[in-house]
């Protein structure tokens, strides 16, 4: 393929679009403000690509359905089976629930640096997690499983906040994350459950 004219002709393009850019009408200072858009959304798009191709920052890829409706009849997300559980190859997952105005269990305790996948659905509507002091955020869409695999660096105190506003109680909705060190955690006493995350 012979890539000069093509060169060329894109060039000539580019040209042509611009002459015709500088034809229109436009006011200099609405003209400065298009171009100053422009290069934001070009600085916004750059960014994500970097992200995408260079730090493997990407949207979920996987979409889990769940019936939000009947939960209590779900084995993995049912009230015995919420909280932290340990899989028999020792991979620590944490299935919670999200309701108004809370996430279930309100309390939970794991380990630092330690691989951990998060599971979380929602009962009613749409929420979101965050927890301060970490890059951990994510939607809770209503009829998914949103699952984020992180590690806390360190010991201490986390609070997961709701982030969607989700009616009048939404800023009571929290719960508190306990990090121990690794050497201090001990496992809870249960019996694995079978999930999308545990058949990996
Ligand atoms: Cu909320």
Redo the contacts with the bound molecule.
């Keep these: 393929m012979q890539l000069e004219p093509l060169k060329q002709k894109c060039m000539q393009h580019l040209r042509e679009f611009y002459a015709q850019w500088r034809a229109i009408p436009i006011d200099k200072l609405e003209q400065k403000w298009i171009t100053i858009s422009l290069i934001v959304i070009g600085l916004f798009v750059g960014i994500i690509t970097v992200d995408a191709l260079f730090h493997s920052v990407n949207p979920p890829g996987k979409i889990e359905t769940v019936d939000s409706a009947s939960l209590h009849l779900n084995e993995e997300f049912a009230e015995e089976n919420l909280g932290v559980q340990v899989d028999a190859k020792g991979d620590i997952t944490i299935r919670m629930v999200a309701g108004r105005?809370s996430f279930f269990p309100k309390h939970i305790t794991v380990p630092a640096e330690t691989r951990l996948t998060f599971r979380w659905v929602s009962m009613d509507v749409l929420?979101?997690v965050h927890i301060p002091m970490t890059n951990m955020s994510t939607m809770i869409v209503p009829g998914y499983v949103a699952e984020i695999t992180t590690t806390f660096p360190k010991p201490g105190e986390y609070p997961m906040l709701?982030n969607?506003?989700?009616?009048l109680g939404?800023n009571h909705?929290w719960s508190n994350i306990s990090v121990l060190a690794r050497e201090d955690w001990v496992a809870p006493a249960r019996l694995p459950v079978e999930g999308a995350a545990n058949d990996k």
Excluded: L, S
Aim: charged content about 10%.
């Design positions: 105005y929420h979101g709701c969607e506003y989700c009616g939404h909705m």
